[in-house]
């Protein structure tokens, strides 16, 4: 089944050690972003990506960095400068919304919840 | 700056009871997009709907009604006859860059409806 895959669902970090989150798509979408989400605060987007070798930075990148080597992956690695990593993340995919039937809608994966100890 | 407020934090129902999810945005733009997700316990958002803004037409499509009136800025969602299965969060999101390859939303804190037997 076609969908995007995030791993691990589960997640613990000591302080000062980096993590990556891997999100994988097999949707054939061009667009792929990365989203934080806290309690009471809904979902705020950190980075995305447009297409292959390219992204850009959300609201909230700082602590955060990603890379685009294929279209299908977009990891993404939650730095020791990452003061407060402790969320839910959520990858989600977009085709352009231009394309017969498509709604511009965003696909999301299941998440992963990073905890600090 | 764009701006999505859902002042509803939680809401709480009766099986076959009617309830309305209130959305109210704010942005600069003549031309924008919203949209409805919803958020199960299992954590991925599922899309259930975008408006244009240009078309003002409400929409109902089974139990689910979407009410756009760009007079007050809002885009509230009803659910008629609900049942614990719509128990979930549920985020109002607003974007204006629909036509490029990627889609920016900006989200809702989002309201926790819970549906009891």
């Known amino acids: 089944d076609g969908g995007i895959t995030q791993s691990p669902k589960y997640l613990f970090r000591k302080e000062g050690q980096n993590v990556t989150l891997s999100c994988e798509q097999n949707?054939?979408?061009?667009?792929m972003y990365w989203y934080r989400q806290d309690p009471g605060q809904g979902l705020r987007l950190i980075y995305y990506s447009q297409i292959v070798n390219d992204f850009q930075k959300g609201d909230i990148a700082e602590g955060y960095s990603v890379s685009r080597e294929k279209k299908e992956s977009f990891p993404l690695t939650v730095t020791s400068a990452q003061k407060n990593p402790t969320a839910f993340y959520l990858c989600a995919s977009s085709t352009p919304s231009g394309l017969a039937g498509s709604t511009g809608e965003l696909f999301f994966g299941e998440g992963s919840r990073l905890t600090v100890l | 700056a764009q701006k999505v407020t859902q002042a509803q934090t939680e809401i709480s129902v009766v099986e076959k009871e009617d309830v309305t999810l209130d959305c109210v945005y704010e942005?600069?733009?003549?031309?924008?997009?919203l949209f409805w997700y919803k958020q199960p316990p299992s954590g991925e958002l599922v899309f259930l709907i975008r408006r244009n803004s240009f078309d003002e037409q409400n929409e109902i499509s089974g139990r689910y009604s979407w009410n756009f009136q760009k007079s007050t800025s809002s885009f509230n969602f009803t659910i008629t006859a609900s049942q614990v299965v719509d128990s979930a969060v549920y985020f109002c999101?607003?974007?204006?860059?629909?036509?490029?390859?990627?889609?920016?939303?900006?989200f809702g804190e989002g309201t926790q409806l819970t549906v009891n037997p």
């Open positions: 999101a607003l974007s204006d860059h629909l036509l490029t390859s990627g889609s920016r939303l900006t």
């Open positions: 942005t600069r733009d003549t031309t924008y997009y």
């Open positions: 949707l054939n979408h061009d667009a």
